[in-house]
C-alpha cells in the first residue's frame, strides 16, 4: 500500500486497514512528505506566534467519508499536556509526549538538523496530529495503539527528512507504554 508518500510501515500500514475497515482506498496527491517538510523548515526560520499547519496526507476508503488525516507543524512548550488530563485522549511514553484516543492523536517531538540554522541551541518542536474523521471506534487500547502506530510512522519519515538528530528521540518502531493518567 502506497499511502501517505510511503510513509508507513509495514505495520502502519496494516494498521490503517484496521482503523479505516478496508484495504481498498481512494487514490490521494503525493508529495505531502515534501511540502510537510519544507513548511516545517521554512515554518522554524520564520519562528511565527502561530505557525501554520502542513497536511502529509488524507487517507480514505475508497468512496467512504471517514478518513485519517495527518498533519505536522510547530508547537509551543504550553502546548505540553506534562501530565495534566486531556479529555479522551490517553498518555504513552513516546517522544517528548504522546497521547492518543478514539478519534486523535499526537505526537510531539525535538528536532536539532543541520536543514534547521540554529535548532543545535533550540531545537525545532514538531508535532505530528492524527485525526480520524466519522470515527465510531471504540476507545480501547488497539485503537489508540493502531493510532499511534500510523503516526509514529509518519512523523519519523518527518523527522528523517529533516534530518533531525536521533530520529527526534523516536524509536525505529513504537513504544506502547502508557503513562498513568
Known sequence: MRQCDDTLSQDAARALEE??????????????????????????????RRPPTHR?????PAAASSAIVLRFRLYRDT??????????????????EALSG????????????????????HPARVVG?????????????????????ILHSATLA???KLACE?????DAKPVFKALPE
Open 19 to 48: 482503523v479505516l475497515r478496508t484495504k481498498t482506498f481512494d487514490d490521494s496527491p503525493t508529495g505531502g512528505l515534501e511540502r510537510s517538510t519544507a513548511g516545517l523548515a521554512a515554518d522554524y526560520a520564520k519562528d511565527e
Open 56 to 60: 502529509l496526507c488524507r487517507a480514505s
Open 79 to 96: 502546548e505540553l499536556t506534562r501530565g495534566s488530563p486531556v479529555a479522551s485522549l490517553h498518555p504513552y511514553a513516546m517522544g517528548v
Open 102 to 121: 478514539p478519534r486523535k492523536a499526537r505526537l510531539y517531538t525535538r528536532c536539532a538538523s543541520p536543514q534547521l540554522q540554529g535548532s543545535d541551541r
Open 129 to 149: 496530529e492524527l485525526e480520524s474523521t466519522w470515527s465510531t471506534l471504540p476507545d480501547t487500547a488497539p485503537v489508540r495503539e493502531a493510532h499511534l502506530t
Open 158 to 160: 518527518v523527522v528523517r
Open 166 to 170: 536521533n530520529d527526534a528521540g523516536l
